[in-house]
DNA sequence: TCTGGGGTCCTAGGACCC
DNA sequence: TCTGGGGTCCTAGGACCC
């Protein structure tokens, strides 16, 4: 039997911000982001705020107009990967077996330390109260014999709770919890299910998995299996976090885009994050996508593989404006937003067959090799290329820094 | 002003090869 | 020459997570 733990922070961001400025403590708080990057908010403080008619995850603007005494912060991510760290720290010192799930959230295996459910509820008050001391922070702590399990007990009961999910107690805990508690079950899986009558998380484990597989494919099999309590997925090991499988970045701009000379800007600006990205993760991509986005909102793509394998920043400007101009994307102009990623990823010194077709340029190699240090020494704005600086309303868009919060927060120096 | 941005995995259809 | 099966790669799109 094992024993795992699922830690989850409460109001990430606005904790770390309230726990260093004890002076907005009692003020509905809102942090994530300016308002022309339209980020969503999360409230800190939910009691005053709530008595505005302020909920989280509302858009900035909306919940200033019910709260004008809203304190918003822009967003500090180095600050929240320093915290995560030091959580993390804690984590580890319990279990060498301890699994990451964004800044904020970890699973944590005990199994091997000979321990039942009962340390493990131990583990978790431990945990919290360290948490509150060291870091001023609250955590909701799951405790049960399976991932899913103890994902779905840490979100029960928050802020500052343990909850605990035993093969005694799961069917009176989690069978009565709307299907869509239970993580990959997401807003059209909910709905999908709701059609057939399915409502509840014991519905779906007493549905036949057959049907569900024929809903839903190869995914109708997990649900069915994590609902009864069957999940055996393995929390991975620390240092064992998943290899990256594609690098990209996409931004909503201050204006629309109007013309393919303001797409070429921003791609260019897009190119120079991920590619330098790219190199410090020691990467090279094969596929480059680009994903649009119209007034309207409607989303569309397409990608290619190269010839061969490249992190050259002008490789993915070239690709990028290939596809966008081969596949007719001209006509959804203008443009709210646009992306470009890199995947099938692998090592920088990867082996690879030379094409005679496509040789590498090694001039563009060291060129852009002799770019990438530079920035590395003073930043990304240290070095740009000219077509962006004639577009001064684009200029304020950096991408690296203001929209990479995933990337190995561990792992990255 | 009307859901930001970075990811992963799965599926289905088509092309191509043996 | 025709037909079919199996495998792999590529692409577009959808669903999910934080």
Redesign the pocket.
């Known amino acids: 039997m094992r024993t795992i733990l699922h830690s989850d922070a409460n109001s990430f961001y606005a904790s770390c911000e309230i726990a260093r400025r004890p002076e907005i403590k009692n003020k509905p708080v809102s942090v994530g982001g300016s308002e022309e ?4 908010i999360i409230l800190a403080s939910n009691t005053e705020a709530k008595s505005y008619g302020v909920k989280t995850a509302m ?1 900035l ?1 909306q919940a200033r107009k019910l709260c004008p005494n809203l304190t918003i912060l822009p967003p500090d991510f180095k600050h929240y990967i320093s915290v995560s760290r030091k959580l993390r720290e804690m984590y580890d010192g319990l279990s060498p077996v301890v699994e990451n ?2 800044l ?2 970890c699973w944590i295996d005990l199994s091997s330390r000979d321990t039942t459910l009962k340390t493990g509820k131990e583990a978790a008050l431990y945990l919290r109260e360290r948490a509150k001391k060291e870091l001023g922070i609250t955590l909701s702590v799951g405790v049960s014999y399976n991932k899913v399990f103890a994902k779905l007990a840490s979100d029960y009961k928050k802020p500052d709770a343990t909850t605990l999910i035993s093969e005694d107690n799961y069917k009176s805990i989690v069978w009565p919890l709307p299907a869509s508690y239970m ?8 709905q999908k299910l709701n059609k057939y009558g399915i409502r509840t998380i014991g519905d779906v484990a007493k549905t036949p998995p057959e049907c569900l597989k024929n809903w839903f ?3 109708g099999y997990m649900h069915h299996a994590n609902a009864n309590g069957l999940d055996r997925s393995p929390v991975m090991k620390t240092g064992h976090e ?1 290899d ?9 701009t201050p204006r629309d885009m109007r013309d393919l000379e303001d797409v070429r800007c921003v791609f260019t600006i897009l190119a120079q994050s991920v590619s330098t ?1 790219v190199r410090e993760a020691y990467l090279k991509g094969k ?1 480059v996508s680009i994903s649009v986005r119209d007034t309207n ?1 409607n989303i ?6 190269l010839p061969r394998y490249t992190a050259l920043c002008r490789d993915i400007i070239d690709s990028a404006m290939e596809l966008f101009i081969s ?1 007719g994307f001209e006509k959804h102009l203008p443009l709210r ?1 646009i ?1 470009v ?1 890199i ?1 099938s990823l692998v090592p920088y010194d990867a082996p690879e067959q030379l094409s005679m077709f496509s040789p590498v340029d090694t001039k563009i190699e060291a060129l852009e090799s002799a770019v990438f240090n530079i920035r590395k020494r003073y930043g990304i704005h240290a070095v740009q290329l000219g077509n962006i600086l004639l577009k001064d309303d684009f200029l304020s868009i950096n ?1 690296k820094e203001e ?5 190995l927060p561990f792992f990255n120096g």
Do not use: Y
């Open positions: 990057m339209r980020h969503g858009p603007w799930f964004g904020d959230e993580i990959f079950i997401g807003n059209k899986t909910r494919g190869k995914l998943a990256v499988k594609s690098i990209g970045n996409s931004t909503t990205r596929c909102l569309s793509g397409a990608q290619k593989t596949k937003s992306g990623k995947s991408p929209h990479t919060v995933h990337t």
